[in-house]
């Protein structure tokens, strides 16, 4: 009899040290998606007043802009947000760092497209203001080839979307009106 419990209890400790091996063998094989959602945006209407100005703040239209994408990216949860330290470009995300509780985190435009970078915000929802030629320049080297030109000087409503998904990258390009205040 005490044989039998021995061969019965030898049996069992097989079997669940064979379900346990199983389990983290199983466990190692999942592979991990990873998807980083990059939400990209040239800043809202500029003082065009004075043409010497390199760095002019908003107009009244572009107040009411920069308000608008704080609305449109309501619920979109993000992570992080990124602007040039431009009056323009920080007034523009302004509204949205606050409406979200997140501070702006100030990037030139030849880092934001490093590994680091990539690497410090995998898995994030990240926006990132920039301008008419450095947004779509941007979305191209994301993307990995040339797809888009600048944006027009006057073209302020532009939404990129830049979804990668396990190191592959896809786009879409939205448009949005405003009707800000003249």
Not at 19 to 26: A, G, M, R, T
Not at 69 to 84: F, N, P, Q
Not at 92 to 114: F, G, H, L, R, W
């Amino acid at each position: 009899m005490k044989s039998i419990v021995q061969i019965l209890f030898f049996c069992i400790t097989i079997t669940l040290i064979s379900c346990k091996e199983d389990k983290v063998e199983s466990a190692n094989t999942v592979e991990e998606t990873n998807i980083t959602t990059l939400y990209l945006i040239r800043h809202s209407e500029k003082d065009r007043s004075k043409p010497e100005n390199v760095d002019p703040e908003l107009t009244q239209d572009g107040l009411g802009r920069a308000m608008h994408w704080a609305e449109i990216l309501e619920d979109v949860e993000l992570d992080a947000i990124y602007s040039t330290d431009y009056n323009r470009t920080s007034m523009t995300a302004a509204p949205i760092s606050v409406k979200q509780n997140i501070d702006v985190t100030y990037y030139n435009v030849e880092d934001i497209t490093s590994e680091q970078f990539l690497a410090d915000n995998i898995n994030k929802n990240v926006l990132i203001v920039g301008h008419s030629n450095s947004t779509p320049e941007l979305v191209n080297k994301l993307i990995g080839h040339d797809k888009y030109s600048s944006i027009d000087d006057h073209e302020n409503g532009v939404l990129f979307i830049v979804k990668i998904i396990n190191g592959i990258a896809s786009e879409s390009k939205l448009e949005f009106n405003c009707n800000c205040p003249d």
